[in-house]
């Protein structure tokens, strides 16, 4: 029984087309799922039917028979509340903090028209998505639970009024890898349990090839190919499919060739980093404990592990851009001082770039300015135009030309804005980068561009790399050696291939089987 | 643009306030001894002149220079002591910013309007006190806000790279978060000024704010409300004139706040 079907479907913002001639449908138990890059017009083709984005669908788009095109507003409402149900990336956001679980859940049960649902019916709900202990969890604050159990709370949610269609717009890509699994499976449980038919929005190559009956692919607001999940990815027909999989690593991929590593550039011991509670109460919560790594001239080291494992707090306290309560770091040898006290000489070889591209660059300073910062402070030998030239020499380096020079970081794009980052760290000419999360918030085309600018700057500048990650696919892309953290620990260490074809930890058996 | 409106309003009666002394033949002090107690739009006096024979326009238009001249230096005051103040707890953090942010928390439980009719009473009546005094009290809510975003910029990632790059503590408030606060803080000045306003107005209505001969829009309010019965205009033009430049303010400062995102 087809649950949903759209024809010649086309989504207008004013008289501008965003997508055009989208024709798909979904069966009761199906997931089909829409990949692309972003600005690909994945999102609204999902949303905008159902009136959810203030932009004007057209063609026919029919859920349980039902034309959903040019209806008015209540009658969307109407039909949502009947059929359809939606999740949604932000499960950090997306629960309202001062109001309790059970309160929300029942808000949501009110909304698609029943009456207030017992208590008991609300439990069933939580249980439904396998939140454990749910009784208790009614009366629980949204901070009580984890990103995935918030995501759980939202899935139930969505189908607490026994929908026809949920609408998945990236629910996973807040999480990491092991919530990521996670989620999927409950998703996929939902389908064959309650045949539930599921429109799947990713850009998580790896989930959508376990999960997904069909795939959309689309580029530039057209549909690029379509087809039965396995055969698209492994024979992909069109250029931008086969872009797209290059781009993103897979675990299956044959093992890259990396440079041999030279002496030990940088060892760090007995690393511990604890943060106080806040207020005036007693008590610390111990971030990383005991932690000791040790990386050589041009190896790439990667640091993998679950949201809160601490890996970001260890690689801060090792450069000395965050707080270390003991432990020591050697520079070639020698101790480097405490981050209070760390100066010009020795700041030069070890230099950062983070997760978010646009929150990394200071909004009011000129690109010019951000890559020339280091220099001005690391580099003061350096005269005005020697600067000048250092600043064109590494903004080419990330392939941006002289005219990124003048611009904001407002009007860069988030792959340009992290090419920015990285002419900034590499324009000191440092020997170690830091890259904490480098890729995981970029588009998945963008991502596997940024990527393989690392992959060459390792190449031609023998740079080592300590690479934090949750997606150990990237990290055996570029690294030689992996090492996992859980709970603030340091619990397994190994050549990037033995870790991920004999995980010894149950935690990394976690990521592998996450990343799969 | 919904900024516009207010600001442009603002605009006028500051242009009013500075120009039009200059074109009017009576100065504000100055006594016309044939038309005491003038009605509105008599042949020489538009607003008419009031006990002692001044020219109300003339006095209305000096009123608000003087108001708003004590109002944005007395924000101006609010607005250094603040920031200083809250960049320093965000900045510093930990303990410190608990005790300087307690410290704000106590000093908004004082009656601050009896703060300040004591400083006058001790210090007998000048300008230079009244907005000294007024900046002082009115800084709380500056450095509240201030510190707060301070603690959220603190934590964003061009710090972080500020400090792998080299960049001392110093350079990096200076370069990074002072500038980043500009915008929130130039809406909270213009919050901070029609409180200012009211203020000032209220000393001057009690007799404790500037002083005659100068005027002010408080004591003009409350000159007119002296002869209410005989002479409403006299009332009515500086309290619409001081209704207008506070919504005005209050509506620029809101806006801009909402359209920055503090």
């Known amino acids: 029984m087809t649950v949903y079907a759209a024809e010649r479907l086309g989504v207008f913002a004013g008289e501008t087309p965003l997508v055009r001639d989208i024709g798909f449908s979904i069966e009761r138990g199906e997931c089909l ?373 003048g611009r904001r970081p407002a009007s860069l794009s988030g792959g340009q804005a992290q090419r920015v980052a990285i002419a900034r760290a590499i324009a000191s000419g440092p020997e170690l980068l830091l890259l904490d999360e480098a890729t995981s918030a970029l588009d998945m085309l963008v991502a596997g561009r940024v990527l393989a600018l690392l992959e060459r700057l390792q190449r031609t500048r023998g740079l080592a790399f300590l690479m934090i990650s949750h997606d150990l696919a990237a990290a055996r892309r570029l690294c030689h050696r992996i090492l996992v953290m859980d709970g603030g620990r340091i619990v397994e260490e190994g050549p990037a291939d033995r870790i991920i074809s004999a995980p010894r930890h149950p935690a990394t058996r976690r990521l592998v089987a996450a990343s799969a | 643009m919904r900024l516009r409106l207010p600001l442009a309003l603002l605009a006028l009666i500051l242009l009013a306030a500075l120009a039009g002394p200059m074109l009017l033949p009576w100065r504000y002090d100055a006594i016309d001894w044939d038309a005491v107690r003038a009605p509105p739009f008599s042949p020489r006096h538009l607003l008419g002149t009031d006990s002692v024979g001044r020219d109300l326009l003339a006095r209305t238009l000096v009123g608000t220079r003087v108001t708003l001249a004590v109002a944005v230096a007395a924000a101006l005051v609010a607005l250094v002591i603040g920031v200083t103040w809250g960049a320093a707890a965000g900045w510093i953090g930990g303990r410190t910013d608990e005790a300087m942010m307690r410290v704000v928390d106590a000093l908004y439980a004082l009656p601050f309007m009896f703060v300040v009719i004591l400083l006058m009473v001790l210090f007998g009546r000048s300008i230079l006190l009244v907005f000294l005094g007024i900046g002082a009290v009115e800084w709380l809510t500056m450095a509240r806000v201030v510190r707060g975003q301070v603690l959220a910029l603190r934590e964003r990632p061009f710090v972080a790279a500020a400090e792998a790059a080299g960049a001392q503590p110093a350079r990096i408030v200076a370069g990074h978060i002072l500038p980043n606060l500009a915008g929130i803080a130039l809406a909270y000045l213009l919050l901070t000024v029609p409180q200012v306003v009211m203020v000032e107005s209220f000393l001057s209505f009690l007799g404790l704010g500037v002083q005659e001969p100068l005027t002010s829009l408080g004591i003009l309010v409350k000159d007119g409300a002296d002869e209410m019965d005989i002479a409403p205009h006299a009332l009515l033009v500086p309290g619409l004139l001081l209704v207008t430049i506070l919504v005005c303010l209050t509506l620029a400062g809101e806006r801009l706040r909402d359209r920055i995102g503090g």
């Not at chain 1, 998703?187 to 376990?210: C, F, I, P, T, Y």
């Not at chain 1, 890996?311 to 707080?323: F, N």
Request: aromatic content about 4%; proline content about 7%; charged content about 25%.
């Open chain 1, 33 to 405: 799922a829409l990949i692309g890059g972003s600005g690909s017009g994945k999102s609204v083709t999902c949303l905008a039917p159902f009136g959810l984005t203030p932009l004007r669908a057209a063609g026919s788009a029919r859920l349980m028979g039902e034309e959903l095109i040019g209806r008015p507003e209540r009658a969307l409402r109407a039909i949502r509340a009947r059929d359809a149900g939606f999740v949604f990336q932000q499960p950090l956001t997306a629960l309202t903090p001062h109001l309790s679980i059970g309160a929300q859940l029942a808000e949501a049960w009110m909304q698609a028209g029943a009456p207030r649902p017992e208590r008991g019916a609300l439990t069933a709900a939580l249980e439904r998505v396998g939140i454990d202990r749910a009784e208790e969890r009614l009366d629980q604050f949204p901070h009580r639970l984890s990103g995935g159990q918030r995501q759980r709370v939202l899935i139930a949610m969505a189908i607490v009024h026994r929908p026809k269609l949920l609408v998945a717009d990236e629910p996973t890509s807040a999480l990491d890898a092991t919530l990521r699994g996670e989620v999927m499976a409950l998703l996929s449980r939902l389908r064959h349990e309650e045949g539930l038919a599921l429109l799947l929005v990713s850009h998580d190559l790896a989930s959508v090839a376990d999960h997904a009956d069909r795939i959309l692919v689309l580029n530039q607001g057209r549909i690029e190919e379509s087809g039965a999940a396995s055969a698209v990815l492994a024979h992909p027909a069109s250029d931008y499919t086969r872009a797209l999989l290059a781009a993103t690593p897979r675990l299956t991929d044959p093992a890259p060739t990396l440079q041999d590593p030279g002496g030990t550039v940088i060892e760090a011991r007995d690393i511990t980093v604890s943060f106080r509670r806040a207020g005036w109460r007693r008590g610390a919560v111990v971030a990383v404990a005991d932690a000791a790594l040790s990386i050589a001239a041009g190896e790439a080291v990667a640091l993998v592990g679950g949201s809160g494992s601490g890996k970001s707090t260890l690689a801060r306290a090792i450069a000395r851009i965050g707080p270390a309560d003991r432990g020591t770091v050697l520079w070639r040898g020698a101790p480097l001082p405490p981050r209070g006290r760390m100066t010009a000489a020795l700041r030069r070889f070890m230099q950062p770039v983070f997760q978010d591209p646009v929150a990394s660059l200071d909004p009011r300073w000129r690109v010019e300015d951000i890559v020339a910062e280091p220099l001005r402070h690391l580099r003061p030998e350096l005269g005005p135009a020697a600067r000048h030239a250092r600043v064109l020499e590494a903004l080419d380096e990330v392939e941006l030309g002289e005219a990124y020079a």
